[in-house]
């Protein structure tokens, strides 16, 4: 086969789909808003409108990276959070399917992300990768032999809910309090500085700080770093990848410091596993979920 194929990206401000050749680079993009407060009918009708604008050059399944946690063996949404109000429930495999006449498979979009890098992106010919997205929170997915490492919940790789020395006196976006995503995250950054200073900026101007002289916020995005390596090390002990790659709106922020921690941490014996910056910024969802869809066994009961 060497037509390409159809991936979407499903996020709670913006959905696009692309064309996708079997070498992993985009040909064609669309995207727009995602009118995440019309509800899922809408959303849905948005991504199909997208794909089917790109379907005339394709055959075969359609590919999906959605916010949310997705069901490995129905491709609905297991759990949304209010970025898509409604989300959760919504038979995205099915209703795209419905609407797209095409197959279509679905993952989260952090599982996508890593899909994508690590077929064409900074994990380019690895094999096993690991993959932690930095932004407004802190998410995680595994790929393993190429392929997602989705768990039984299709949640697996989610690194954000670890415990992190100094986050105890934070709350993380699940609710608990000492977890790594309430220090290193875009809120996690905001909320570490409001603390020290008492002023509320979003993790994205504390970011902007720390690299133009304000001292506490070199100090907040530094200290986020360093735990976010020193986890990511153990991590490297615990899974064996090939590299760790870090995308997401605070990951350059938060790289520096969290180098060296990770070089500091890593047991011996994987001395050799990098720490890597992703490569394919916004379209890593898009060519994850084109490579799902180029996975796709071929059925045999119809
Ligand atoms: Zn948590």
Same mark, same amino acid.
């Given at each position: 086969?060497?037509?390409?194929?159809?991936?979407?990206?499903?996020?709670? =401000?913006?959905?696009?789909?692309?064309?996708?050749?079997?070498?992993?680079?985009?040909?064609?993009?669309?995207?727009?808003? $995602?009118?995440?407060?019309?509800?899922?009918?809408?959303?849905?009708?948005?991504?199909?409108?997208?794909?089917?604008?790109?379907?005339?050059?394709?055959? !075969?399944?359609? !590919?999906?990276? =959605?916010?949310?946690?997705? /069901?490995?063996? $129905?491709?609905?949404?297991?759990?949304?959070?209010?970025?898509?109000?409604?989300?959760?429930?919504?038979?995205?495999?099915?209703?795209?399917?419905?609407?797209?006449?095409?197959?279509?498979?679905?993952?989260?979009?952090?599982?996508?992300?890593?899909?994508?890098?690590?077929?064409? !992106?900074?994990?380019?010919?690895?094999?096993?990768?690991? +993959?932690?997205?930095?932004? $407004?929170?802190?998410?995680?997915?595994?790929?393993?032999?190429?392929?997602?490492?989705?768990?039984?919940?299709?949640?697996?790789?989610?690194?954000?809910?670890?415990?992190?020395?100094?986050?105890?006196? +934070?709350?993380?976006?699940? !609710?608990?309090?000492?977890?790594?995503?309430?220090?290193?995250? #875009?809120?996690?950054?905001?909320?570490?500085?409001?603390?020290?200073? #008492?002023?509320?900026?979003?993790?994205? =101007?504390?970011?902007?700080?720390?690299?133009?002289?304000?001292?506490?916020?070199?100090?907040?995005?530094?200290?986020?770093?360093?735990?976010?390596?020193? =986890?990511?090390?153990?991590?490297?002990?615990?899974?064996?990848?090939?590299?760790?790659?870090? $995308?997401?709106?605070?990951?350059?922020?938060?790289?520096?410091?969290?180098?060296?921690?990770?070089?500091?941490?890593?047991?011996?014996?994987?001395?050799?596993?990098?720490?890597?910056?992703?490569?394919?910024?916004?379209?890593?969802?898009?060519?994850?979920?084109?490579?799902?869809?180029? /996975?796709?066994?071929?059925?045999?009961?119809?």
């Amino acid at each position: 086969m060497t037509t390409p194929v159809v991936g979407i990206d499903i996020g709670g =401000t913006k959905t696009a789909a692309a064309l996708v050749d079997r070498a992993g680079r985009v040909l064609e993009r669309r995207e727009a808003p $995602t009118p995440a407060r019309a509800g899922p009918e809408a959303v849905l009708g948005v991504a199909a409108r997208l794909a089917t604008d790109l379907l005339g050059a394709t055959t !075969g399944p359609v !590919g999906v990276g =959605t916010a949310g946690t997705v /069901d490995p063996a $129905t491709g609905g949404i297991r759990y949304a959070t209010d970025s898509l109000p409604g989300w959760t429930g919504t038979p995205v495999a099915d209703a795209l399917a419905a609407r797209l006449g095409r197959e279509v498979r679905v993952t989260n979009d952090v599982n996508a992300a890593a899909l994508g890098e690590s077929w064409a !992106g900074a994990g380019r010919d690895r094999a096993h990768v690991l +993959l932690v997205a930095v932004g $407004t929170g802190l998410g995680g997915a595994l790929v393993r032999d190429g392929r997602v490492e989705a768990g039984a919940r299709g949640a697996a790789g989610e690194v954000g809910h670890l415990p992190a020395p100094g986050a105890e006196q +934070l709350r993380c976006g699940c !609710g608990r309090y000492g977890h790594l995503e309430a220090l290193a995250s #875009g809120s996690g950054l905001a909320a570490a500085y409001a603390i020290e200073t #008492g002023t509320h900026l979003t993790g994205r =101007t504390v970011a902007e700080r720390a690299a133009t002289g304000d001292g506490v916020a070199r100090l907040v995005v530094e200290r986020a770093g360093a735990v976010l390596g020193a =986890t990511l090390a153990g991590l490297v002990a615990l899974l064996d990848p090939d590299a760790v790659l870090v $995308t997401g709106g605070a990951a350059s922020s938060l790289l520096p410091a969290a180098s060296v921690s990770y070089s500091a941490e890593l047991a011996s014996g994987w001395a050799d596993v990098p720490l890597l910056p992703a490569t394919l910024g916004a379209d890593a969802v898009l060519v994850g979920a084109a490579r799902l869809a180029i /996975d796709t066994p071929e059925r045999t009961d119809r």
